[in-house]
């Protein structure tokens, strides 16, 4: 009698088991869930991640009794991935990558699954725990790319219709006005949600790997391309109506029914493509269930796997014991031989980033040449003060526009730097910047990131972070030979300004 009870308590002792983990693998990885959902909350273009989890409990409740009736074999070697993920989890913290952070977090739900119930069980809802990626929000690295091919996409279209247009980065002129392919014609929104709504209908629509496989590319790649599409009709809208319609928010509106006509059309494809094989109702044919797996087992997986969570975390108390931002404070270098300066000129451009907590600034003159210079201080490794973040911009956007952005070798001076063309209807500047990490200087933000990350692994977290900034009038091939001309004279002394000031490094440091 009591075995026959116990047997009946096993599979409820596997959901508590499963429930526990679940919940302290929330608890300790909360910041990432809380990240995310800020995310969702302050961008139109991931809000689609609050109905990733509860779909993706719906599709694990209608794939239910296929999961009870399989096997349930614990893999505790997954514990070794649990650590190496939550290892990597706390790295992305201490450098304030979330979205590595959050990558991390949906990966160790998945490892965790797997770790736990065995392969059996988790291959019945492997789809659902796949699909809880679609909640991480990622894809902004895409945007330039998408801006730029939107940009080629709608000249090209405007110039086959027979309209001049003349381009200049991501601004082009017709005859009737002016356009920006600025970060909302990007197609990102689009593309974000076509893709998780293309995935989760090939997954419901389709029984072959393969239909649902090619279905979701599509559901990829045909945003692109309408995105093209919708820009190039906006415009020609424009046109024909000498700039009255949608030059304004109602273009936004044209974009949005655009969409749905296009997802509508794509589901209708969908629709066409389903075979009589797709439509069928699926039977489970895994034969009868598998014995439940008995308590002092299920204990074991707990407690192993509880363990695998923890130790990670542990590094916290070691790690979090970095740089403080008291006592920080910025210089600018004296001038080279043959350059004036420093002087305090100001002129109409500030760079945009946030976050430092000193400054120094310092204008510097050659003949009919000037050039600025600022040096912003970080603490490394401090959320609430972070140099490397991708919302940190050359400058504030609502005033200038960005006409190009590449990076930019200096010659023979073992710097490589962000070259920036910046302009308004007043004035143009050519502007560089990078990050300086004690003697690395980097000029993109993995290489600055990656830079961090060699210093935790290394344990070495006493570094030196500064932005370097430079700027010169006029956005031409002389201005950038300009700054060349001055780094090259004074990159040593940028340098030690940052990493050991010396009585060569003038300017008082303006604290935030």
Request: hydrophobic fraction near 50%.
């Amino acid at each position: 009698m009591n075995s026959i009870a116990t047997h009946r308590w096993q599979p409820v002792q596997a959901l508590a088991g499963a429930f526990v983990l679940l919940a302290l693998l929330l608890g300790l990885n909360f910041s990432s869930l809380q990240s995310m959902w800020q995310t969702w909350g302050n961008s139109n273009t991931y809000t689609h991640g609050y109905l990733v989890f509860p779909m993706v409990a719906y599709l694990i409740y209608t794939k239910w009794q296929g999961f009870a009736d399989a096997a349930h074999e614990p893999r505790l070697m997954g514990a070794l991935a649990l650590i190496a993920c939550g290892l990597m989890w706390v790295i992305a913290q201490l450098l304030n990558v979330h979205v590595v952070g959050q990558l991390m977090f949906v990966t160790m739900i998945v490892v965790l699954c797997w770790s736990y119930f065995g392969s059996k069980k988790t291959a019945v809802i492997m789809f659902p725990l796949a699909y809880l990626f679609f909640a991480v929000p990622m894809g902004e690295g895409l945007v330039p790319g998408l801006m730029s091919f939107t940009a080629d996409f709608t000249v090209w279209a405007l110039r086959v219709t027979g309209l001049p247009v003349f381009r200049d980065g991501m601004f082009f002129s017709i005859p009737a006005g002016d356009f920006e392919v600025a970060k909302a014609c990007s197609g990102i929104r689009y593309l974000m949600a076509s893709f998780a709504l293309g995935t989760l209908y090939a997954f419901l629509s389709f029984r072959s790997i393969k239909k649902q496989f090619l279905f979701s590319l599509l559901s990829l790649i045909v945003p692109i391309i309408a995105n093209g599409i919708r820009a190039y009709g906006i415009v020609m809208i424009a046109h024909f109506s000498n700039m009255k319609y949608a030059v304004g928010v109602d273009h936004l509106v044209y974009g949005w029914l655009f969409f749905g006509l296009v997802m509508f059309l794509l589901f209708y494809v969908g629709g066409k493509w389903r075979s009589a094989e797709d439509m069928e109702i699926e039977v489970d044919d895994s034969g009868p269930a598998a014995s439940p797996l008995p308590g002092a087992k299920i204990v074991t997986a707990v407690v192993v796997l509880s363990m695998a969570l923890v130790i990670p975390h542990l590094l916290n108390s070691y790690t979090r014991k970095i740089n403080s931002s008291a006592g920080l404070v910025a210089y600018v270098p004296a001038s080279a031989p043959g350059w004036q300066g420093p002087g305090n000129q100001a002129i109409p451009f500030e760079p945009n980033f946030s976050g430092a907590v000193a400054a120094a600034k310092g204008h510097y003159r050659q003949n009919n040449t000037d050039i600025y210079v600022w040096i912003l201080r970080y603490p490394a490794f401090d959320p609430e003060h972070e140099m490397i973040t991708a919302t940190n911009t050359v400058a504030d956007l609502d005033l200038w526009s960005v006409y190009e952005q590449v990076p930019r070798n200096v010659s023979d001076g073992g710097i490589k730097v962000i070259e920036t063309g910046l302009g308004n209807r007043i004035s143009n500047y050519t502007v560089w910047h990078w990050y300086q990490l004690n003697d690395v200087a980097a000029n993109s933000l993995f290489k600055a990131k990656l830079a961090e990350a060699w210093a935790i692994l290394s344990g070495s977290l006493n570094i030196e972070e500064a932005l370097v900034v430079l700027a010169t009038p006029e956005r031409t091939e002389e201005s950038s030979l300009a700054l060349e001309k001055f780094v090259e004279a004074h990159k040593n002394l940028l340098r030690d300004c940052i990493i050991r000031p010396a009585a060569d490094c003038l300017g008082s440091a303006i604290d935030e």
